[in-house]
């Protein structure tokens, strides 16, 4: 019982200098160095074997290896397009719309989820918020919109990262569709979310008469392809929410005169389709073959999407003719590390603290969840995920995190999958108001003086509705 109290004790205190780092100090780094030391340290002088403390560094060092690679390949792909001048049609087309609710809705839902499920990690919003601003967009709608409309397409982030590697789950199965089915609605009504964020933030009138059409039509068009494909993949309900959602939407919600020819969106998207085609290939010929450097450390997987994406930035310079190719490449990669170097070590420091409290969350979730109430399970779970997400900065890291001990309640039976489910869209709902992705955005649209409060103030109203959507759906799915 002591031990027990003991390993309590070293759970809260490391979180909570998790969160003076985050609060306080302002260095999610650091508090996530700060509470590695602490759990490290704790677990040698209790265990006497500071090797056998040392064990979760093995899988959480694999499993930083393929998300810093993850990171780092999306950002690259991104970066050399943007620098190849490849986004300055799209740009000057999204310009000319007549209404900006249509930008809104093609920029942060869709392209932004395409984004999302391509890469995640926050880069989706980093990477639309400098697009809004370059239209005209105020910085405060620039940076919460984006965070905003990152959400459902959270759920399959990253080609399912959140489900692969922090769930466990690389297949569709009963807790995919409990996601699915909790996330439809939501998504159904995320279109006037941000329609209403957005005549606060730019203080304009909507005028809802007009456009809820428009806006049911954008939640049509996104939930769609999101639900039809989770049904048969965990890898691209989100590509294909943000790609096809948005051809529907625009081929059936936007006006004849503005809408752009089909050899438009080939030229905006065709780098992204070589990417699919990619990933496809090197999944079907590489991912059952993995390198297994010892028995207690997890496996590295020789399909490694952070590689296809190195890979298709390079076979995009060879099919634009870009002079002096290696050279460019290089210069793109040396820029990419630079901007991404210190969320890799972060990302590194936050699956090792995860990795070395497992244990413990288990022994928590023995002594106190399993005797809670099923229905206060059910009310608790999206909380669970919202705080893991808004601690980590990821819904990767809160399902890693939390899942597995959420997994380990034998007292659960069939009720796991819905469980799991609410779990995971509590971890993506979480990452509208994540203190390390809103740095992030406001890092690259250089605003320092719009403050933490007043982006909460917009993003946990859509927290909120998304939470208590999802909550009474699962009552209702239980029955």
């Known amino acids: 019982m002591i031990a027990l109290l003991l390993e309590n004790w070293t759970v809260l205190i490391s979180f909570l200098i998790l969160l003076l780092g985050v609060f306080a100090l302002r260095k999610l780094w650091l508090g996530a160095l700060l509470a590695l030391l602490f759990v490290l340290v704790?677990?040698?002088?209790?265990?006497?074997?500071?090797?056998?403390a040392l064990l979760p560094f093995g899988s959480g060092f694999v499993i930083s290896i393929e998300l810093a690679l993850l990171l780092f390949g999306a950002y690259l792909f991104y970066h050399t397009l943007y620098h190849s001048g490849h986004f300055t049609k799209f740009i000057e087309v999204n310009a000319s719309f007549s209404s900006k609710l249509f930008v809104i809705?093609?920029?942060?839902?869709?392209?932004?989820?395409?984004m999302e499920g391509i890469a995640g990690f926050g880069i989706p919003a980093m990477l639309i918020a400098p697009l809004l601003l370059s239209l005209g967009f105020k910085p405060?709608?620039?940076?919460?919109?984006?965070?905003?409309?990152?959400?459902?397409?959270?759920?399959?982030?990253?080609?399912?990262?959140p489900f692969k590697v922090g769930l466990g789950i690389y297949e569709s199965d009963s807790t995919v569709l409990h996601t699915?089915?909790?996330?439809?609605?939501?998504?159904?009504?995320?279109?006037?979310?941000l329609a209403y964020i957005f005549s606060q933030t730019e203080q304009t009138e909507t005028n809802w008469k007009k456009d809820w059409k428009m806006l049911a039509g954008a939640g049509f068009s996104f939930t769609l392809p999101y639900f039809l494909t989770g049904l048969v993949s965990v890898e691209y309900p989100a590509v294909l929410a943000g790609f096809v959602g948005l051809v529907l939407f625009v081929s059936l919600f936007v006006a004849k005169s503005e809408r752009p020819s089909a050899a438009f969106w080939l030229?905006?998207?065709?780098?992204?389709?070589?990417?699919?085609?990619?990933?496809i290939l090197a999944k079907y010929f590489l991912s059952d073959y993995s390198w297994k450097i010892k028995d207690s450390i997890r496996p590295l997987s020789l399909y490694q999407p952070g590689l296809i994406f190195i890979l298709s930035s390079l076979v995009y310079l060879i099919l634009i003719q870009k002079n002096r190719l290696w050279a460019q490449l290089f210069s793109q990669g040396k820029d990419t590390l630079l901007k991404t170097g210190k969320s890799m070590a972060t990302i590194f420091l936050l699956v090792c603290f995860a990795q070395l409290i497992q244990g413990d969350l288990l022994q928590l979730i023995n002594a106190h969840y399993m005797g809670l109430r099923e229905t206060t399970k059910l009310l608790l779970n999206p909380l669970i995920g919202v705080t893991g997400s808004f601690v980590s900065g990821s819904a990767t890291m809160s399902?890693?995190?939390?899942?597995?001990a959420i997994q380990a309640d034998v007292t659960l039976g069939r009720n796991l999958p819905l469980l799991l489910a609410l779990l995971a869209t509590g971890s993506?709902?979480?990452?509208?108001?994540?203190?390390?992705n809103i740095i992030m955005v406001k890092s690259v649209v250089n605003q320092p003086l719009i403050g933490y409060a007043k982006l909460m103030k917009y993003n946990l109203l859509v927290v909120g509705f998304y939470v208590v959507l999802v909550i009474v759906l699962a009552l209702l799915i239980r029955g």
């Open 399 to 404: 399902n890693l995190l939390l899942g597995n």
């Open 428 to 436: 993506a709902i979480g990452n509208a108001i994540s203190l390390q």
């Open 140 to 161: 405060l709608t620039s940076i919460v919109l984006p965070l905003a409309a990152n959400t459902t397409a959270v759920t399959f982030g990253a080609l399912g990262t």
């Open 180 to 193: 699915l089915i909790l996330n439809s609605l939501p998504a159904l009504v995320l279109p006037f979310l």
């Open 267 to 279: 030229d905006t998207f065709y780098p992204y389709l070589i990417l699919v085609l990619l990933l």
């Open 105 to 114: 809705l093609i920029l942060c839902l869709f392209m932004g989820s395409f």
């Open 42 to 52: 704790s677990k040698a002088i209790v265990l006497q074997d500071l090797a056998f």
